[in-house]
């Protein structure tokens, strides 16, 4: 068989490659082909375009690198045509992926489409639910209550494990010497890390009985990192040993919330928004726009405020601070939120998500 997989972020490249390990365990024949990154190429994918001409978020950045999108979406047509492959696998990214499936069910139509880690749809955008269950054979979700959301447009949707769930629980710490640190996790993306990390680094030096400690992403070079650092600050790779380390950590919200959650660090997350200050004058619209009274996955699991969330014009340094203070001095705060850290992990469960996922996707060849 042969498996066309589609990754556009460092997140994604490293699902699919633990599902692409799933998948050859059962499927000892099966060739891997598609767009991702190092870690899909180490897991024996042949790729045809890394995500790091992929990853481009907001706006902005889409506006600046249009040209590059278009070669992107050149690439994975001619790459399908020219594999056939059996079954395509879009791994999140949706603004890509629900245009590459639709491309394939047009072109390809004996193609099974698989859709692993679908769009966030209970979140913003509902009406993406019809495409997705118009596009794709399978809808394979990570969070919980996915199936019962699908259910209520009368589709399907098999809940299979949390793949950062599964992660962590296999997670060994090793011995660190981080401990006594304040953790920075200013996002996956450069344009993310630009406009978070130097607020983040302004809030967490006004505690100088703390190291500081900086994650870096993938596919980021260490150099982007360095303008910003003193040199008694740390980056790192070795996010999972940070937090497990660290005694606080600001968080860029996204999956990262999750991870740190589920290590059990003390957190608040940030989200930077362009032009932020709109959103904050039309509060009433917020709403409209997003299905969901949370931005982090911590609190849209919980179904309730476990972690703070500063959000658009709330992401100030001064707010920042106020947050780190109370999480580094209130003992009955951080164990409060330690204990719905443990509720939270209980309702993710410890169903394998890449080997369920690989299961049902290998069971119908």
Not at 75 to 83: F, P, S, V, Y
Not at 131 to 152: S, W
Request: proline fraction near 5%; aromatic fraction near 10%; charged fraction near 20%.
């Amino acid at each position: 068989m042969k498996y066309f997989l589609i990754a556009g972020e460092a997140s994604g490249d490293k699902h699919a490659a633990a599902l692409m390990v799933q998948i050859k365990q059962r499927d000892p024949q099966a060739q891997f082909v598609g767009l991702g990154g190092s870690q899909m190429a180490a897991a024996e994918c042949r790729l045809y375009q890394d995500y790091s001409h992929m990853a481009f978020m907001g706006f902005a950045a889409v506006l600046a690198n249009i040209g590059q999108i278009r070669r992107n979406f050149r690439i994975a047509k001619e790459a399908l045509l020219k594999e056939q492959p059996d079954v395509l696998i879009l791994v999140d990214y949706p603004s890509f992926n629900l245009r590459m499936a639709a491309f394939c069910r047009k072109r390809l139509p004996s193609t099974r489409i698989i859709y692993y880690i679908p769009p966030k749809v209970w979140a913003w955008k509902r009406r993406r639910i019809h495409r997705i269950a118009r596009l794709c054979d399978e809808v394979l979700g990570i969070f919980p209550f996915e199936p019962d959301f699908y259910a209520k447009y009368g589709y399907r949707c098999t809940y299979v494990g949390n793949p950062t769930a599964e992660q962590i629980t296999n997670y060994q710490s090793p011995i660190s010497n981080l401990q006594s640190s304040i953790v920075l996790l200013p996002g996956s993306r450069e344009s993310e890390v630009r406009h978070c990390l130097p607020r983040m680094l302004d809030a967490a030096r006004r505690f100088a009985d703390y190291r500081i400690v900086v994650c870096a992403a993938p596919g980021i070079d260490d150099t982007f990192y360095i303008p910003y650092l003193r040199a008694d600050e740390t980056l790192t790779h070795e996010t999972y040993t940070a937090l497990r380390q660290g005694k606080a950590a600001v968080v860029n919200s996204g999956t990262a919330t999750l991870e740190t959650a589920l290590l059990g660090t003390p957190q608040v997350a940030v989200y930077h928004l362009a032009c932020s200050w709109l959103l904050g004058l039309f509060r009433w619209a917020q709403p409209l726009i997003f299905s969901i009274p949370y931005f982090t996955l911590v609190n849209i699991i919980s179904g309730k405020e476990v972690i703070r969330e500063l959000v658009a014009n709330d992401f100030t340094t001064r707010k920042v601070t106020a947050e780190l203070q109370r999480l580094l001095t209130d003992d009955a705060y951080t164990k409060e939120m330690l204990a719905n850290y443990e509720h939270l992990h209980s309702l993710l469960g410890s169903q394998p998500a890449a080997a369920t996922a690989a299961a049902i996707i290998t069971s119908k060849r």
